[in-house]
């Protein structure tokens, strides 16, 4: 094993543990609720990879690769940020749940945030792209804030997501505690400790 791959299987096992609940199943296994759950993959997204909950549940390995494969692999935010594993962490722990573009989203606010206060005066497009400007502009603000500040100012933008999906969708406002709940997790578990 890579020490790459035994790195991205301890952040996976540490974020299964921590904001999905363990290795468990949870949800409507006939699908009433929006279908079941399996540390934290949904029944869509086993079916995109042709899994049914029987595959996940009887192996850890099927379940690591799916997390590398759907939110680890190239183009991913979780990939763009690679050399900062705290950043990392939460920026894979978020995107489980809010997606791969929401996240990237979510990398390019903190990016913008940050560089206010930095005499640069670049700012991105927050479309959920993230390319060579991305990366430079990344750069820039890796070089001047510690990553634990990185981290922060990165969930500061996830809350803020969280807040406007349920501001365009009030029946979204029953999740907001869990997923507040979630982020205060990951704060306190990678950034405070």
């Known amino acids: ?4 791959r035994a790195a991205m299987e301890d952040m996976i096992n540490t974020v299964i543990e921590l904001v999905e609940g363990g290795y468990v199943l949870s949800g409507d296994a006939d699908g009433g609720d929006g ?5 934290g993959i949904t029944a869509k997204l086993a079916d995109h990879y042709v899994l049914t909950k029987e595959d996940l549940m009887q ?9 590398i494969g ?3 692999s190239h183009n991913t935010p979780a990939y763009f940020v690679r050399a900062y594993a705290t950043l990392q962490t939460v920026v894979f722990a978020s995107a489980i749940n ?3 573009h929401a996240a990237a989203k979510c990398v390019q606010l903190m990016i913008n945030c940050l560089l206010e206060s930095t005499a640069e005066k670049t700012r991105l497009t927050v479309d959920g792209i993230l390319g060579s400007n991305s990366a430079d502009a990344f750069k820039i603000v890796a070089a001047n804030y510690s990553i634990d500040e990185l981290a922060g100012c990165f969930l500061h933008n996830v809350a803020q997501h969280y807040v406007d999906v ?13 997923w507040m709940r ?9 950034i405070a400790n």
Not at 35 to 39: H, I, Q, S
Not at 182 to 190: D, G, N, Q, S
């Open 59 to 67: 192996s850890k390995e099927t379940v690591i690769n799916v997390y």
């Open 1 to 4: 094993m890579t020490y790459w």
């Open 70 to 72: 759907e939110f680890l």
């Open 35 to 39: 279908g079941w759950t399996y540390a």
């Open 98 to 100: 809010i997606g791969n």
């Open 166 to 178: 349920v501001s365009n969708n009030a029946e979204k406002l029953q999740f907001l505690r869990g």
């Open 182 to 190: 979630r982020l205060t997790k990951l704060y306190v578990a990678v």
